[in-house]
């Protein structure tokens, strides 16, 4: 099954992610933390990312469409994969359509997740991560058992220097004009299911899980 997760920073993509990888054993590949990565190795690509990235941008297409082509040629990629923040410009997504037709393979479901303005803020802002194991927490909404400290491995969980309110607005900014009218592009195609982000995680995990297993009304 090929997935594509999409909805602004802070929607709960990542949250998602995690859980129906697990539950679907297909790969998730999201092009923030292929970014992140590359840039805490001091990489080309990360040195170029971090440019844009830093200041809330959008990194430029033929960088992104690079690196989202070469991890879809893997073959952890053949039984499918869930595409987390990308594409997030109408030319990477024609640029995913081609792709894809070249192996023979198509998006089967779009799903959007749909939260407002103001939450975002506080769900960014109050976002830490795991150093280790890059799991996702919230140190109000979805707090680990002690203060800083992974539940699931035990690392060390920080702040990502993008989180901050100020490069939050560019972000959020960033997503209204470059990425939500991609939003069109895949519901004329029918392919698009909105699902309210702003419900419990577990309600969002269950509605999307329908979805992708057809027992949605
Ligand atoms: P994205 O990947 O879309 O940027 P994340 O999954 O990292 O978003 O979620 C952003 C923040 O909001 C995280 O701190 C996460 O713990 C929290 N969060 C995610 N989903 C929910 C939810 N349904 N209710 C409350 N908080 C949530
Ligand atoms: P994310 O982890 O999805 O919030 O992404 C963090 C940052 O990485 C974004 O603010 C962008 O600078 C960059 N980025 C991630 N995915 C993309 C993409 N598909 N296109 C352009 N830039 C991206």
Redesign the pocket.
């Known amino acids: 099954m090929n997935i594509l997760?999409m909805?602004?920073?802070?929607?709960?993509?990542?949250?998602?992610?995690e859980r129906i990888v697990a539950e679907f054993g297909i790969p998730h590949i999201?092009t923030?933390d292929a970014f992140r990565l590359a840039m805490k190795e001091g990489t080309p690509l990360g040195l170029k990312a971090k440019e844009y990235v830093d200041q809330g941008l959008l990194v430029p297409d033929d960088v992104t469409n690079g690196i989202v082509r070469e991890r879809l040629q893997q073959d952890d990629c053949k039984r499918g994969f869930l595409l987390?923040?990308y594409p997030r410009t109408l030319a990477q997504a024609e640029a995913l359509d081609g792709m894809l037709k070249e192996s023979g393979r198509r998006i089967d479901h779009v799903i959007s997740?749909v939260v407002d303005r103001d939450m975002l803020l506080k769900?960014?802002t109050?976002?830490?991560?795991c150093k280790s194991c890059g799991a996702?927490?919230?140190i109000l909404?979805?707090p680990p058992k002690q203060e800083g400290v992974c539940d699931k491995c035990g690392g060390e969980l920080y702040q990502r220097s993008d989180d901050t309110e100020e490069k939050v607005g560019t972000r959020l900014d960033e997503y209204l004009s470059k990425t939500e009218p991609l939003l069109r592009y895949y519901r004329d195609q029918g392919l698009l299911r909105e699902v309210n982000?702003?419900?419990?995680?577990d309600?969002?995990t269950a509605q999307i899980t329908s979805i992708l297993k057809g027992q949605a009304e």
Do not use: C, M, W
């Open positions: 997760f909805g602004p920073p802070g929607a709960g993509k990542g949250t998602q992610a999201s923030g987390d923040g997740l769900r960014l109050g976002r830490r991560i996702t927490y919230h909404f979805n982000g702003e419900q419990e995680i309600a969002v």
